[in-house]
Antibody, heavy 123, light 111 residues
Framework: EVQLVDSGGGLVQPGRSLRLSCTASGFTFGDFAMSWVRQAPGKGLEWVAFIGSKGYGGGTEYAASVKDRFTISRDDSKSIAYLQMNSLTTEDTAVYYC??????????????WGQGTLVIVSS | QSALTQPASVSGSPGQSITISCTGTSSDVGTYNLVSWYQQHPGKVPILLIYDVTKRPSGVSNRFSGSKSGNTASLTISGLQAEDEADYYCCSYARSATSVVFGGGTKLTVL
């Protein structure tokens, strides 16, 4: 059974950094592309970042709202995906979900979801 | 404002069918068959209902179906049940600065 466990969220001051982790199990992690999707309180879903399988180059893509501030990465030996978030603003307050794609190398659908981790940016 | 346009709410009675529309542009829905739909119950994690416009993941009821015409995708739920009451989001790959766009979500009420 595919499982994605999100962690690392919490309360952080504006301008500071935070790193989220997504620990995967139940599938060959390195064979699949991964993304982070967020949901601000009471709002809709917003895609944040994508990373492809290293077998297909491990390319990354970012939403315009986080480009140059957030970095997605993966450690296939540990089956973990990361989201490094820098220069956080109150607009980044949201539940962050790790997701697994059906594809190895392009942004298709969000097939499996983690339970989410809450990030609150506030002074 | 979301990149894809969905009605804010729809409603139907048990046993009826409803359709939720998702309107994009030629840069997303109109060009790519990478449209997906997600169901989210209050306080719960979203789940994938439909992908590649019409495909259903294993385990999803065949009461859920997807289609596309031009720049508009649609999700149809037949034989409405009380458990279908939830928020529904459409999503598409996009040829833009942001590669993936979601709709704003539609709240389905089963009367």
């Amino acid at each position: 059974e595919v499982q994605l466990v999100d962690s690392g969220g919490g309360l952080v001051q504006p301008g500071r950094s935070l790193r989220l982790s997504c620990t995967a199990s139940g599938f060959t992690f390195g064979d699949f592309a991964m993304s982070w999707v967020r949901q601000a309180p009471g709002k809709g879903l917003e895609w944040v970042a994508f990373i492809g399988s290293k077998g297909y180059g491990g390319g990354t893509e970012y939403a315009a709202s986080v480009k140059d501030r957030f970095t997605i990465s993966r450690d296939d030996s540990k089956s973990i995906a990361y989201l490094q978030m820098n220069s956080l603003t109150t607009e980044d307050t949201a539940v962050y979900y790790c997701t697994r794609h059906t594809s190895a190398w392009y942004v298709d659908n969000f097939h499996n979801w983690g339970q989410g981790t809450l990030v609150i940016v506030s002074s | 404002q979301s990149a894809l346009t969905q009605p804010a709410s729809v409603s139907g009675s048990p046993g009826q069918s409803i359709t939720i529309s998702c309107t994009g542009t030629s840069s997303d829905v109109g060009t790519y068959n990478l449209v997906s739909w997600y169901q989210q119950h209050p306080g719960k994690v979203p789940i994938l209902l439909i992908y590649d416009v019409t495909k259903r993941p294993s385990g999803v009821s065949n009461r859920f179906s997807g289609s596309k015409s031009g720049n508009t995708a649609s999700l149809t739920i037949s034989g409405l049940q009380a458990e279908d009451e939830a928020d529904y989001y459409c999503c598409s790959y996009a040829r833009s600065a942001t590669s993936v766009v979601f709709g704003g979500g539609t709240k389905l009420t089963v009367l």
